[in-house]
């Protein structure tokens, strides 16, 4: 069901033709209809917490209206992050998939959905190139490690967060550094003076991803901060 992210789905508010497709489904000797599922994916362009649950509670409201007016045994399912995260109460609903809950990124960061320590996951790339007259580093960790992907900040586009990365963690993200700009392989890093001369080429430094998923996905293994080694479902 689509409940406003607009992106596939019955719509809501066209009880009609949601009843019309129920009716089929329930006539069908090979279909059993379990319930209605909808991802409010529009909380991520939310600008703050209060959004949020407006979003998520407009998505409930909306689900469990349409339960009640064609067959009050339909399961409810939702599905976002940002929704998932904030919100406490789930009594209306019968099942949540917060695929991120995992991970988390710098994009939930950044919307007040988790604490920069609850982020479990950063892209270790290294320094390809340093360029002193603009205070930026090129790094080997572009749209094929990251996605394009991006948040919005003070008019400008930022691409991931950059961190300092120790033997067995990584540090609060530097401070006004951010990946600028991205090309297929290569990520372009602004960073104040007093960090660029600390960065030498060919180590490694950390980008906090924009959408995890995603890096995961593309990066399809993981090193723990114990150096373990393990394997995506995905790594083919």
């Known amino acids: 069901i689509d409940v406003g992210g607009n992106r596939t789905g019955m719509k809501s508010d066209n009880i009609n033709e949601i009843t019309s497709l129920v009716r089929e489904i329930k006539n069908s000797k090979k279909l059993v209809l379990e319930g209605l599922l909808t991802h409010a994916g529009h909380t991520y362009h939310a600008k703050n917490k209060t959004e949020i649950k407006s979003i998520y509670n407009d998505s409930v409201i909306k689900l469990n209206a349409i339960k009640n007016s064609i067959d009050k045994n339909l399961l409810v399912s939702v599905g976002d992050t940002p929704g998932c995260s904030i919100v406490s109460n789930f009594s209306d609903v019968n099942e949540i998939r917060p695929g991120n809950f995992v991970f988390y990124d710098y994009m939930q960061y950044k919307l ?121 479902m995905n790594n083919f």
């Open 112 to 232: 007040g959905v988790c604490s920069f320590n609850q982020i479990a996951t950063v892209l270790a790339v290294p320094v390809v190139a340093k360029h002193s007259d603009r205070n930026e580093i090129v790094v080997y960790g572009g749209a094929v490690h990251l996605s394009k992907d991006f948040i919005e900040e003070r008019s400008r586009k930022i691409y991931g967060g950059v961190v300092k990365l120790f033997s067995e963690s990584w540090s609060k993200p530097i401070k006004n550094a951010f990946v600028k700009s991205i090309s297929q392989e290569h990520g372009i890093i602004k960073i104040p003076k007093s960090e660029f001369e600390k960065v030498k080429i060919g180590s490694l430094i950390g980008i906090v991803p924009i959408h995890s998923c995603l890096t995961v996905s593309l990066m399809k293994q993981y090193l723990t901060t114990y150096n373990k080694r393990i394997f995506a």
